[in-house]
C-alpha cells in the first residue's frame, strides 16, 4: 500500500522548457516533504524541500509547491536542462512514534531532450 | 572530506556466504539507515539506527542483520536467508530530523 505515490514512471521534456513533476500522498499527518534526484549507480542527491506549513519553496531553478488539502505535491525545474535527466524521487516524513522514517515513492524518470 | 563511504563499489556472493556491505560517514550524524533498489523500484528500508548501540527493523529486514558499535558505522550483512540479494544498496545518515544523505551505494551481484 504505497503512501507517497508517483504516478508518473517517467516524463520528456524538451530544453528550456518547464519540468513537472507530481507527487500524491494519503497520510495527512506526514509534516515534510522531499525531493531528491538519482543517477544510475549512484546515490541519491537531496534536491529540495517543503514543510507541510508551507505552501512553496524556491531554491534558484527548482521550486516545489504543496497542495495540502490534496494531499499533492509538485516539483517545477525551470529552464529545465540535459544534466537534470534523472530519476526524481519524492519522500514524506512520518513523524509517527520516536523514529522518524522517510517513506518514499517509486521515482519519475526525467529525460530532457536537447 | 566529508561525506558517506561505502565499500566496496562491487560485491560478489556465492551461494549460502554471507557478506558485509560497510557504510562509514564522518559528518557526525546521529542516524545512519540502509536502503536497497531494486530496477524500477523505489526505495526500501532495511534497517535503521538512531543512536550507538540501537537499531530498527525496517520493512524489510529479513535476510539481513546490523550492528552500530560506533557512531561513524554501519555495517550491514547479508545473510544466506536473503534469498534474493542481488540489488544495489544505499547507506543514508541524517541528523535524525529529516534530511538524509546517502553513499555512492554497493552492488551486490550472486555468483
Known amino acids: 500500500d504505497q503512501q507517497v505515490k508517483q504516478n508518473s514512471p517517467s516524463l520528456s521534456v524538451q530544453e528550456g522548457r518547464i519540468s513537472i513533476l507530481n507527487c500524491d500522498y494519503t497520510?495527512?499527518?506526514?509534516?515534510?516533504f522531499l525531493w531528491y534526484k538519482k543517477y544510475p549507480a549512484e546515490g541519491p542527491t537531496f534536491l529540495i524541500s517543503?514543510?507541510?506549513i508551507k505552501d512553496k519553496n524556491e531554491d534558484g531553478r527548482f521550486t516545489v509547491f504543496l497542495n495540502k488539502s490534496a494531499k499533492h505535491l509538485s516539483l517545477h525545474i525551470v529552464p529545465s536542462q540535459p544534466g537534470d535527466s534523472a530519476v526524481y524521487f519524492c519522500a514524506a516524513s512520518d513523524p509517527a512514534g520516536n523514529n522518524r522514517k522517510l517513506i518514499w515513492g517509486l521515482g519519475t524518470s526525467l529525460a530532457v531532450n536537447p | 572530506d566529508g561525506g558517506i563511504t561505502q565499500s566496496p563499489k562491487y560485491l560478489f556472493r556465492k551461494e549460502g556466504q554471507n557478506v558485509t556491505l560497510s557504510c562509514e560517514q564522518n559528518?557526525?550524524?546521529?542516524?545512519m539507515y540502509w536502503y536497497r533498489q531494486d530496477p524500477g523500484q523505489g526505495l526500501r528500508l532495511i534497517y535503521y539506527?538512531?543512536?550507538?548501540?540501537?537499531?530498527q527493523k525496517g520493512d524489510i529486514a529479513e535476510g539481513y542483520s546490523v550492528s552500530r558499535e560506533k557512531k561513524e558505522s554501519f555495517p550491514l550483512t547479508v545473510t544466506s536467508a536473503q534469498k534474493n540479494p542481488t540489488a544495489f544498496y544505499l547507506c543514508?545518515?541524517?541528523?535524525?530530523?529529516?534530511?538524509?544523505?546517502f553513499g555512492p551505494g554497493t552492488r551486490l551481484l550472486v555468483l
Open positions: 517543503i514543510s507541510s
Open positions: 497520510n495527512s499527518m506526514f509534516d515534510y
Open positions: 543514508a545518515t541524517s541528523t535524525g530530523i529529516e534530511t538524509q544523505y
Open positions: 559528518l557526525n550524524h546521529d542516524a
Open positions: 539506527s538512531q543512536i550507538v548501540n540501537d537499531f
